[in-house]
């Protein structure tokens, strides 16, 4: 069945360094891409996301990049912060205009001061 | 204020006691979504609706039911709770509007079943 990989479960990073988490995807049909933040002890929120028509698409410390032919989708931070800690999770669309989304297993970012 | 709302937050309760977690939104969304957290595991759905009065099943309904009878409400309910259920849960809302389908989670609903 569809599935999206999320690697890696778990992402330690030295503050001010930048830190890359990647996803792969199965359908080909899937054509949205969301990545949520989930800080401990709340609820997920969206922080990114991207479209199968658009390569890339940044927002001031973070970017998603897209790669339809290889059906990667990655996250990028930048200048990583204290804040930036939390667990992260990948999405792809199940299919064209389908309101489903198929999860990663999420990768716990860890900012080491 | 948007917001997903859910009820309780915190609940421990027996094997077998059937249980209620209510969710509800005030943004007028159409589709809503029940999921389930567990360590290592990511978010698994559970029921979602599309709308009133229609309801499918996700990636692991064994033992939930849901019911769509507002748009606004999409309670889970557990009608013979098991210790396997213990987990942290998590209703969504989400949209279609423009195209985008962003999901807005409740606060979380941690079950205990003993």
């Known amino acids: 069945g569809e599935n999206v990989e999320q690697h890696p479960s778990t992402l330690s990073v030295q503050e001010g360094d930048s830190a890359v988490i990647k996803c792969t995807y199965s359908?080909?049909?899937?054509?949205?891409f969301p990545w949520y933040k989930q800080e401990l002890g709340k609820r997920p929120q969206l922080i990114i996301d991207?479209?199968?028509n658009v390569g890339e698409k940044k927002d001031q410390r973070i970017a998603v990049t897209l790669n339809k032919t290889a059906k990667h989708f990655s996250l990028h931070i930048t200048e990583t912060q204290p804040e930036d800690s939390a667990v992260y999770f990948c999405?792809?669309?199940?299919?064209?205009?389908?309101?489903?989304?198929?999860w990663g297993a999420g990768t716990k970012l860890i900012i080491k001061p | 204020e948007a917001q997903v709302t859910q009820n309780p937050r915190y609940l421990i309760t027996v094997t077998g006691k059937k249980l209620t977690v209510t969710c509800s939104q005030n943004?007028?969304?159409?589709?809503m979504s029940w999921y389930r957290q567990d360590p290592g595991l990511g978010l698994r759905q559970i029921y979602y609706?599309?709308?009133?009065?229609?309801?499918d099943k996700g990636d692991v309904p064994e033992g939930y039911k849901v019911s769509r009878k507002e748009k606004r409400n999409f309670p889970l309910i557990l009608e013979s709770p098991s210790p396997n259920q213990t987990s942290l849960y998590f209703c969504?809302?989400?949209?279609?509007?423009?195209?985008?389908?962003?999901?807005?989670f409740g606060p979380g609903t941690r079950l205990t079943v003993t």
């Open positions: 969504a809302s989400s949209t279609p509007g423009q195209g985008l389908i962003e999901q807005y």
């Open positions: 943004m007028n969304h159409e589709y």
């Open positions: 609706s599309m709308n009133v009065e229609v309801t």
């Open positions: 359908d080909s049909a899937s054509n949205y």
């Open positions: 991207i479209r199968s």
């Open positions: 999405a792809a669309s199940k299919g064209v205009g389908n309101y489903q989304l198929i």
